[in-house]
């Protein structure tokens, strides 16, 4: 694999014009949510809650 020299690396933005926090954690998987504690707590929960992609079940 290339890249991510420093592990894990989650993103979190402020959707403009709403109350929406958009989150990217390491795994790729996003999430959005209005409440910054519960997206810590999806982001920090990875990877429970966080599904794997490309797999469908
Ligand atoms: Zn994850």
């Not at 894990?8 to 959005?32: K, M, Q």
């Amino acid at each position: 694999m290339s890249g991510s020299p420093t592990g894990e690396v989650y993103r979190i933005d402020w959707l403009p014009g709403t109350d929406v926090l958009h989150g990217t954690c390491h795994c790729g998987r996003e999430h959005t949510s209005q409440d910054p504690i519960k997206m810590w707590e999806w982001m920090l929960a990875h990877p429970n809650g966080h599904e794997p992609q490309g797999h469908d079940s």
